[in-house]
């Protein structure tokens, strides 16, 4: 077993470093007050191949594996969680989905313009009444002729106002039975789709979080993703590999408050010496980075059974569940190392603080995860 990051893992890390300090850290604070979500940046970083991790190179992506993803995830989410978080919604769910399960026609169209970053890609699954119990959705996709007719919300979704084109998961069979879901991707300007209500968020406050609403939405039969009534299954699927990429985000955030604790900890005295030397600090830092490294252990163990097409369900859960709670434990333990300065805007653990919890509740909460979990070794 080699624990080595690849060469191209390590430029991959030296560009984002680069890019982040230059064109992030100074206006994320910014972003993060006025809920700005910077469209421009994500076309930069289409044009550095950051959208299109995972796509092959034949479709205009950077045809890398998921280590390499791990890393571009990670290393953004350590500056800032919100494009972290954009940039993994982006690769993993619309990007995701049509690479998974578009048809070559629907890969050629697609592909390219979100791998370069020209569009920005949606994902919607939940509703206002089904998060966690997603297969439970109202929103209904009729046959008419040659056509379908979508109507219903979803709501949370990442670039819904912003998003070029959105995959929608909508109900073509009776609630609650089987194979009663079916997958779409439709394009901003439809004509019956348009962009609802934008959340105001805790955190995560650059990552656009809004509604997707069709009322009589028609859509040609070319739009769909795969067979009818396979939407579900597409869609756990497209979750395992997103799970981890929420992995990665927590990973990123934790490192980015372990980081900033070590510094300050050292730098800061009180009764005349760094508190570095307490051991209440230095046992928490110690905690941090245990945790830190168990994270990362189980995300790559995911990410290399994800790169040989292995079933990887019970590992890309445990990964999301171990880093999420991770994350929000260790920025926790990060604002207390900073006092009083911990709880300003003027250090960077407060955002940390504010943007990991996101992580134990997006693409399935920790319960779900321990669902997930406790189903497969209880092989239920
Ligand atoms: C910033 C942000 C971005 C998002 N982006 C997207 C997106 O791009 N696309 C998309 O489709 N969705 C997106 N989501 C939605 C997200 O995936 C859901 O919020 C999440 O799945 C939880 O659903 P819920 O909020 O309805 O909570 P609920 O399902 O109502 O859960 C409430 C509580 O009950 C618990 N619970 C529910 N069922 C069970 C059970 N069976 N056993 C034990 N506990 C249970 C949950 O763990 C949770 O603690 C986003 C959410 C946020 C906050």
New binding site residues.
Partial sequence: MDFNYTDTQVQIAEMIRDFANKNIRPQMMEWDENQKFPVDLFRKMGELGLMGVLVPTEYGGSGLSYFEYVTVVSEIAKVCGSIG?SVA?HNS?CTGHILYFGNEEQKKKYLPKLATGEWIG?????????????GNMRCVATKEGDEWVLNGT???????ISGDAAVV?ARTGEPRAKSNITAFVVDRGTPGFSAGKK?N?L??RA?E?AELVFDNCRISDAQRLGEVGDGFRQAMKVLDGGRISIAALSLGIAKGAYEASIKYAKERYQFDQPIANFQAISFKLADMATKIEASELLIYQAADLKNRNEKMTKESAMAKYYASEVAVQVSTDAVQIFGGYGYTKDFPVEKFYRDSK?CT????????Q??VISRSVLQQ
């Fill in positions: 978080l919604a769910l949606a994902w919607g699954l939940t509703e206002a009444n089904t998060g966690s119990d997603a979803k709501n949370w979704i990442t670039h819904g998961l959340e968020k955190g995560m990552s979080t996101l509740i997006g693409e399935g909460t920790s319960e779900i321990k669902l």
